[in-house]
């Protein structure tokens, strides 16, 4: 499966971005969706995932209250807002999908998204 992402940019501190991945390939119903993250010269972190029933999400501690992850299997894509963003939450974002939580075969090329001060 194909997965891309799109709606990375650049926003001020406090602002707000709302990040869509598009499957092709085949349908992502059924399949655990998450997203990642990636700062320079630092690790890939896990940000948020969702079970494939759309009924169970799960937030890294540092988006919690911050960010909502949804997912629409009509339209084979799954999103991410973020609100009040931070400097800090500047990276790379990744979309991913497994059969199981934490085990992501699946793997996006990345949009970037860069919060200034």
């Known amino acids: 499966v194909l997965l891309v992402e799109s709606g990375g940019g650049s926003v001020q501190d406090g602002g707000s971005l709302r990040l869509s991945c598009a499957a092709s390939?085949?349908?992502?119903?059924?399949?655990?969706l998450a997203w990642f993250r990636q700062a320079p010269g630092l690790e890939r972190d896990f940000v948020a995932a969702?079970?494939?029933?759309?009924?169970?999400?799960y937030y890294a501690d540092f988006m919690k209250g911050r960010s909502t992850i949804d997912r629409d299997d009509a339209g084979n894509s799954v999103y991410l807002q973020m609100n009040n963003l931070r400097p800090e939450d500047t990276a790379v974002y990744y979309c991913?999908?497994?059969?199981?939580?934490?085990?992501?075969?699946?793997w996006g090329q990345g949009t970037q998204v860069t919060v200034s001060s």
């Open positions: 969702i079970s494939w029933s759309g009924r169970s999400t």
């Open positions: 991913a999908a497994g059969y199981s939580l934490g085990k992501y075969i699946y």
């Open positions: 390939g085949r349908t992502l119903s059924r399949l655990v």
